[in-house]
């Protein structure tokens, strides 16, 4: 179990004397109306803060940052956002519509500078998907394998990188009729297409989702590549985690099969 906000962290953002509790599983801790979770990034974490304080979506609720007494963003590395009710449900037709808009809303930004430095699992990814990195090592029965077979399929494409939040599955959250909601922002530079294609490829490797949902979205621009793009990122992802396993490669593994009928 992550170790919650501290007493001076919760009462910087306006949470004196209220005990956080931890949010179904995490990473995000709720102090009356303030939700709170940690930044790895404090640039990074501003840029989110700041993005989603701008940011309007038709039928989307959008979490507020909340700035701490003396007006940061930051505080002892934690960030803060007003709480929104709801729970990811498997609504992913729901989900890739609501990313769509989110994107739409976002085509205007211009790429962050934090993109060019990072260097965690997910953006090395992200670059070695798209073929922008070479010579990783990705751990050929956790994913290289499979990354090897499929990269052979990439093309180029004319879809338009922009700003998008490339981990939506399990992120939108649902509260009956309310508009879905977002609590976050995880940039990457990419087509929206291709963030929409990540939740397919994650419904189908660990959400339950089958081929139809694929079909269904199968008329977005160069949908073929966007798919594939995604598929190799979360192979390249899987390969290079630490904390990645043969149980939950399985999964991927039915996504990719299931996949290799659009590639």
């Known amino acids: 179990m992550s170790t919650p906000p501290p007493p001076h962290v919760c009462a910087a953002f306006g949470a004196r004397g209220v005990e956080p509790e931890l949010v179904d599983l995490g990473p995000v801790w709720r102090a009356g109306d303030v939700a709170l979770r940690q930044a790895v990034s404090p640039a990074e974490a501003s840029w989110v803060a700041q993005t989603l304080g701008d940011l309007t979506v038709p039928d989307l609720r959008v979490a507020r940052p909340v700035r701490s007494s003396d007006g940061r963003y930051v505080v002892g590395g934690w960030m803060a956002h007003r709480f929104l009710a709801g729970r990811p449900e498997p609504r992913y037709d729901e989900v890739i519509s609501a990313s769509l808009r989110l994107h739409k809303a976002t085509s205007h930004l211009a790429r962050p500078r934090f993109l060019g430095t990072r260097a965690d699992v997910f953006a090395t990814a992200d670059r070695v998907a798209w073929d922008e990195e070479r010579g990783v090592r990705l751990t050929p029965e956790l994913g290289g394998r499979l ?58 490797a660990w959400g339950g989702a089958d081929d139809a949902l694929a079909k269904r979205w199968a008329h977005l621009q160069d949908w073929s590549q966007a798919l594939l793009r995604a598929l190799l990122f979360r192979l390249a992802v899987h390969a290079l985690h630490p904390k990645s396993t043969s149980r939950s490669m399985r999964g991927l593994e039915r996504a990719a099969h299931r996949i290799s009928q659009f590639v």
Do not use: C, K, S
């Not at 879809?159 to 490339?166: A, F, N, Y």
């Open 147 to 204: 990354f090897d077979l499929f990269a052979e399929y990439r093309r180029d494409t004319d879809l338009t990188p922009q700003v998008v939040h490339g981990d939506l599955f399990g992120n939108v959250l649902f509260d009956g009729d309310e508009p879905p909601a977002i609590m976050d922002f995880t940039a990457f530079h990419r087509p929206p297409e291709w963030a929409a294609a990540v939740v397919v490829v994650d419904a189908m």
